[in-house]
């Protein structure tokens, strides 16, 4: 019986791919492997990368994982082991985790959340010329949280991709995963913005009011501060911000004074949907009653 030229190869296929920098890949990068090693292998012109990759996952330690997101399919294929997280970061290039997973890698959590939050940005958009206006606020969160529905499910986790404003990567640092894989996601200050911009992506207000406190002994609130004002958001979050470095009393004075330097115009809201509500003066803010 003819024994097909990939089998001849195998020994060969199989140390490219162990000398490959990264377990994770994907349908394209297998496709330019074959290219660049095709005549060292001598395989045929007629074997296609479809082909291949059928070999691979026969012959050879490659698995595929499969993500089913509501709009499009998401193919990634592992060679022998790799992280969730590095599968994840594989999803979206120039991606980073956010929210409750940052609140997680940065232990700001006592919780293991089961949704991992990776943030790919949208492409730079002018900013809108309208202002705010009381009556559209009051409106707009009286209603539920808007959240994204592009949700896909891998070894019991929910993968949830966000495509989140632009910000030029603001605030992202390299940090290592589970294997000591490289990984990006924003670091303490991005981290305690965002989750109080979104703490439907952050475990809810009470466990964000958590990661203040524990995030007290590690985070610069003058960093903080100047992030938060080259984000420059059209709703007043940093009447949130300083709400909550307050409610968390573990912050010096000055530190909490960083966010009266901003403009306090409006009456604002810690969160959608709320029932019974107390009332900040100081803040100009609505939080739910008993927190």
Known sequence: MRISRLKIAKSDINNCFENLNSNVLTRAKIDRILLENRKFWRVSASTTVQKFIEFLLKETKLKIVKFKFPTRAMDRYIWGDASTFEIV???????????????????????????????????????????????????AFKRPWRTTNNISSYKGYKICLLNGMFTGKLGVIETSGQNGEKIYITNIERTLIDIAVRPVYSGGIFEVLKAYRLAHSKVSINKLSAMLEKLNYIYPYHQVIGFYLEKAEKYKTSQINLMEKFDKKYDFYLTHQMKKMSYSKKWRLYFPEGL
């Open 89 to 139: 970061a594989s999803l979206k290039p120039d991606s980073y985790f956010t929210h409750y997973t940052a609140m997680y890698l940065h232990e700001l959590t006592e919780q293991i959340p089961k949704t991992i939050y990776i943030n790919y940005e949208q492409i730079p958009k002018p900013k809108g010329a309208g202002s705010l206006i009381q009556q559209r606020i009051d409106s």
